[in-house]
């Protein structure tokens, strides 16, 4: 999951620093935009954690998200807006409690089963934002968004200081949160999830409860989605029932495979080149949906291990000892392919 | 040895354990004891219900019918997690594991499982983790498995992935040993070997063997259970069990 | 999306909603059932096409789009639903097999994540192709003539006999699936590969026809659900999600890869929502879900699948 290699943290390192200097150089506009592509990319690291690293696809991760975002709305006054030390926590709590509620009952199930469930339990949230009240019903609502104060003293900043101050705030969240799942899958923790992502029968029989850790994965999940759904509210100080709905989670999944689901940096890739493909097919085409369906039929037709698995002719055996596939599944891929 | 094993409590024991699927009774009404320092072969034609019983001690298998008892506990039913954790340990027929990770790590995980996890550890490396790591590699050592220890365990020998699967299985440091097939394809020479470490472990542990090669199994086996259609046709020491004109005819027809 | 219109349609359309007199349970009973059958033609064909050939299709909804659209197209252009109707069964056939064909096919052993994003570009291509095709508006499809009358069922209720006839059509097409199946060649042959995929390569058959056939099929009969549908609940952008959605909670219940469970689960889910709807509207939409949840509880493998 972790660059295995000297080269590998340089080009992290230097990934960070260009991100940290998009602010500089580029119009206001693209700054926003930089911000979106951050969430979204904290939401597809997130999703991660589960598809990735412990093998479960799940399609209501969105629910988790949006929920962050409901919850910022539901507990901020209508004339001004709360701390962000208080919205982030209790955005976080919230969507951690969701997904401990909805990840007890799907991961009852294995497999397509799972899926499916936690589509429809997703879904579920979907209709009660739509159709209740609540959040200002299909259309959605505006919020006060979260000011930046600490200890009584808050940050006053211009129009134009604004979107850059949260593009930062964005970039140390998903700094952070590279960081905390790094740490995450290299202790014994993050070794059962690969386990179970391995070969979960074989988990049990050397004595693991692997609902349990599949719980706490998904929890984590849950609460880091709930990470990027408050950012969200704290840059558009908007939400809609979209935000909940499947699409979304859909969307996080692509971006994880666009970008490479073996590697932790992988999902960050994939966020921010979704991102820029988005724009880029709907100022040339106004036809986005088009453009990324097919651009997701040749990422899954061409690249099996997205753009972090384009590798050099000699990097394979490394590659696949990575990834873990066993050759055999790997030769009647390729054979399929021809 | 007669007499020690009536006086001594048994480790493990079933009493008229059953197991139906559908109307079928892959086991029924099987009795048998355990007891430490002492290896209990479990021999009987294919489709005898060897299998579907050591699944129903492994907890792989909730039974239909009967009890499984350790130490005088109840635990049928459990889920393998617990079984394992309660200390019955098994091997797989088919090799079965974490085919991707290293050698060291798959032993790892399985001492990891029954030391359990502390939240303070949550983000501390587990190639730091000491202790874990020295009982993997006191296991791997046990079986004879080493200098292979970071090498991805699917690309090992057959053999080699047989002792891993013994490894692992020790690496939770269990009672009882429940050991199905564990010779299917190795080799002689590695057979041999596999002998002195089944006597050896047989001294410490509790251990339930299936296996196909007879000649192995006389010569290893302090008592012996002979199964015909999911039950128990007769048990006793092996020259008893070898002399058993009912096993004879059911089971092991001339070889004896 | 638009949730509003992808389930309550059945009450919303009739003249009864929200009257607790005895007819108006009536009437509430036949929607249920009227929702639930057209359930079942989407929802079979999903549990098929995952107990043959192990995929996951999420575009079933897309598929069950393009039906009711086909509908709009086919009877805007004749004036005829009567034609519409075997169109899109003829039409779900040829689809199913090209996408069997030239897409599927490659699929069938690749990770789940492929097949979903997969199935999931399916959804877009479909949508922006309705939209370059058909355009974003919603629109209307006339009930045909022959059949936009009321039935008196007793005095002082009636019932649409355009329903009624969705409600007969349905359940033929279900027992047509039923003798398929069981007591069919083919149909036994479809059972033990959705038991034991290896076994049909030992029975040395054609492992790709029947792919072929089952797909053409689940096929078809979204495309025929959608064709049915159109009528009652008018057509319009993203119709196959809400119904998509509440086809996996009718495979959930009723155990993936069964049809009978699935006929069973989709009526039960039918009633459900239309009759929760009806009486309960405060939990509006949520019904289905909790008995989802109260049977994951109880058995997550399904009411009517295999106990594990």
Redesign the interface.
């Known amino acids: 999951m972790l660059p295995e290699s000297k080269l590998g943290w340089m080009g992290l390192a230097l990934g960070a620093a260009v991100l940290a200097a998009v602010p500089l150089f580029v119009r206001p506009y693209y700054v926003e935009l930089g911000t979106y592509a951050l969430i979204a990319a904290m939401l597809a690291l997130s999703l991660n954690l589960l598809v990735g690293c412990t093998g479960l696809v799940s399609l209501g991760h969105g629910a988790f998200y949006g929920l962050a975002a409901y919850t910022v709305y539901l507990i901020t006054p209508e004339e001004h807006g709360l701390s962000l030390l208080v919205t982030l926590p209790v955005a976080v709590l919230a969507a951690g409690v969701a997904a401990l509620v909805v990840g007890a009952l799907s991961l009852r199930t294995r497999g397509f089963f799972f899926l499916m469930v936690t589509l429809a339990f997703g879904q579920m949230l979907f209709f009660l934002f739509h159709d209740t009240k609540i959040g200002g019903g299909a259309d959605g609502a505006f919020l006060a968004r979260p000011t930046l104060s600490l200890l009584g003293f808050e940050l006053e900043l211009t129009r134009r200081q604004r979107p850059v101050a949260i593009y930062y705030i964005g970039l140390v969240q998903m700094v952070a949160m590279y960081a905390g799942l790094a740490l995450l899958l290299r202790s014994l923790f993050g070794r059962v999830l690969e386990g179970i992502r391995v070969n979960e029968n074989r988990m049990q029989a050397i004595g693991y409860n692997t609902y349990r850790y599949k719980l706490a994965a998904f929890v984590i999940a849950g609460m880091l989605a709930g990470v990027a759904g408050h950012m969200w509210a704290l840059h558009r100080g908007f939400v809609n029932p979209e935000l909940v709905g499947w699409h979304r989670s859909a969307e996080a999944l692509l971006m994880i495979l666009f970008g490479g689901l073996n590697t932790l940096h992988g999902p960050i890739l994939g966020a921010l080149a979704f991102t820029g493909l988005g724009e880029v097919a709907q100022l040339l085409t106004e036809r986005k949906l088009l453009v990324e369906g097919l651009v997701i039929l040749f990422v899954v037709l061409l690249l099996p291990n997205g753009l972090s698995g384009m590798r050099l002719p000699g990097g394979w055996k490394r590659g696949l000892a990575a990834t873990g596939r066993p050759p055999a599944e790997r030769g009647a891929e390729s054979l399929r392919h021809g | 040895m007669a007499e020690s094993r009536a006086a001594s409590a048994p480790l493990l024991s079933t009493s008229a354990l059953g197991r139906n699927f559908g109307g079928l009774a892959a086991v029924r009404d099987v009795s048998i004891c355990l007891h430490q320092g002492e290896l209990h072969a479990v021999i009987g034609p294919n489709g005898a219900g060897k299998s579907t019983l050591v699944n129903l001690l492994?907890g792989?298998l909730a039974p239909t019918a009967g009890l499984i008892q350790l130490d005088g506990r109840d635990i049928s039913g459990e889920?393998?997690?617990?079984m394992?954790?309660l200390g019955i340990g098994?091997s797989?027929q088919r090799t079965?594991?974490?085919?991707?990770?290293s050698v060291l790590?798959n032993v790892?995980?399985?001492a990891?499982?029954?030391a359990g996890?502390r939240l303070s550890?949550?983000?501390?490396?587990?190639?730091r983790?000491n202790v874990?790591v020295e009982a993997a590699r006191h296991c791997l050592e046990r079986v004879g498995l080493m200098g292979v220890e970071d090498r991805?365990c699917?690309l090992l020998s057959h053999g080699e992935q047989r002792q891993l699967e013994i490894a692992?299985?020790l690496?939770?440091r269990p009672r009882v040993l429940l050991l199905d097939e564990p010779l299917a394809g190795m080799g002689p020479e590695e057979g041999e070997r596999f002998m002195h470490l089944l006597k050896d472990l047989a001294r410490e542990h509790a251990i339930l063997l299936i296996e196909h090669d007879m000649d192995f199994v006389f010569a290893v086996a302090d008592w012996m259970t002979v199964m015909v259609d999911g039950t128990v046709l007769a048990e006793g020491r092996p020259p008893a069990v070898r002399a058993n004109a009912e096993v004879q005819r059911a089971y092991l027809g001339g070889h004896a | 999306m638009c949730p509003d219109r992808c389930s309550p349609f059945a009450i919303r359309n009739s003249p009864f909603a929200h009257t607790m007199d005895v007819a108006g349970l009536l009437a509430q009973l036949l929607n249920g059932l009227q929702y639930g059958l057209l359930l079942f033609l989407i929802a079979s064909g999903l549990t098929l096409i995952f107990g043959v050939m192990g995929i996951i299709n999420l575009a079933h909804g897309s598929l069950f789009m393009v039906g009711a659209y086909a509908a709009f197209v086919v009877t805007s252009a004749t004036g005829s639903l009567w034609i519409a109707l075997p169109a899109g069964m003829l039409g779900g056939i040829i689809l199913g097999l090209l996408l069997e064909r030239f897409l599927f096919r490659y699929f069938y052993r690749r990770e789940h994540l492929d097949q979903v994003l997969l199935t999931f570009a399916l959804i877009l291509l479909f949508e922006e192709a309705r939209s370059l095709v058909v355009g974003n508006d919603f629109y209307s499809v006339p009930v045909p003539p022959a059949l936009d009358f009321s039935i008196p069922i007793t005095e002082g209720f009636s019932y649409s006999a355009y329903r009624f006839a969705v409600i007969g059509m349905c359940l033929l097409l279900a027992l047509l699936m039923f003798l398929w199946i069981e007591r069919t060649r083919l149909g036994a042959i479809i059972r033990a590969a959705a038991e034991k995929p290896e076994m049909v390569d030992v029975l040395g058959i054609d492992a790709r026809r029947i792919h072929l056939i089952v797909f053409a099929v689940g096929t078809a009969l979204a495309l025929t659900a959608g064709v049915l549908a159109a009528p009652l609940y008018s057509v319009y952008p993203n119709m196959g999600d809400g119904f998509l959605i509440i086809s996996f909670v009718v495979v959930v219940i009723g155990g993936l890869g069964s049809v009978s469970g699935a006929f069973w689960s989709a009526l039960l889910i039918g009633l459900v929502d239309t009759l929760g709807k009806a009486y309960l509207p405060v939990v509006a939409g949520l019904g289905v879900y909790v008995l989802m949840a109260a049977v994951l509880l109880w058995r997550p493998s399904g009411l009517f699948g295999p106990r594990s």
């Open positions: 492994s792989h889920p393998a997690w617990r394992t954790r098994r797989f079965n594991v974490m085919s991707s990770l790590e790892r995980l399985a990891q499982a029954v996890l550890r949550l983000f501390t490396p587990a190639a983790e874990l991805p699917g692992m299985t690496a939770a």
